[in-house]
C-alpha cells in the first residue's frame, strides 16, 4: 500500500479521493471539496490518500495540526474512510500508523479524531487501535 499526501490542485482529489471520501461525506461535489482544500490548506489541511498495489484509492485521510492551549500541539484527523469493499482488511489502521508517524515527525503531543455517535462500528475500531474516549463533542449552529 501507497501512501500519498495530495496537494490542492491534484487531479488525483477528485478522481480518486473524492469517490471514497463519498462514503463518509455524501454531500460533497468536486467543486465543493477543491474548493474547502484551496481555503483549509492555508490553514494546515492536508489530504492523504492510500494507494492498493493496483493503484485504487482504497481509503482517504483529512488531517491537520492544530496548536492550542488544551493539547499544545495535536493532529487532528478531520476525516477518515476506507471504501467499504476494503474495511477489516488492515487498510484503516495501516493508514492511521502513517498518520501517527507524521504526527511523531511534526511533534505532535497527541492525535485525536471526532466521530459521530451513530459510528459504532468506526468506534470499535478506533478503540482497537488504542483511542480513548477523551472528550465530548460539542456543537452549535450560530444564531
Known amino acids: 500500500m501507497k501512501m500519498i499526501d495530495l496537494e490542492p490542485g491534484d487531479a488525483r482529489l477528485t478522481g480518486d479521493l473524492l469517490p471514497v471520501l463519498h462514503e ?53 484527523i478531520d476525516d477518515l474512510v476506507t471504501v467499504s469493499t476494503c474495511r477489516s482488511t488492515g487498510v484503516g489502521g495501516r493508514l492511521l500508523s502513517y498518520l501517527e508517524d507524521r504526527a511523531r515527525s511534526l511533534d505532535c503531543r497527541v492525535v485525536q479524531l471526532d466521530s459521530g455517535t451513530q459510528r459504532t462500528d468506526a468506534h470499535r475500531f478506533y478503540l482497537r487501535q488504542r483511542f480513548g474516549i477523551s472528550a465530548f463533542h460539542f456543537s452549535k449552529r450560530p444564531s
Open 24 to 76: 463518509l461525506r455524501p454531500h460533497l461535489t468536486a467543486e465543493l471539496l477543491q474548493n474547502v482544500y484551496e481555503v483549509g490548506y492555508a490553514e494546515g489541511l492536508r489530504f492523504t490518500a492510500a494507494y492498493d498495489d493496483e493503484g485504487s484509492c482504497i481509503a482517504a485521510a483529512g488531517w491537520r495540526v492544530i496548536n492550542n492551549t488544551s493539547s499544545i500541539r495535536k493532529m487532528h
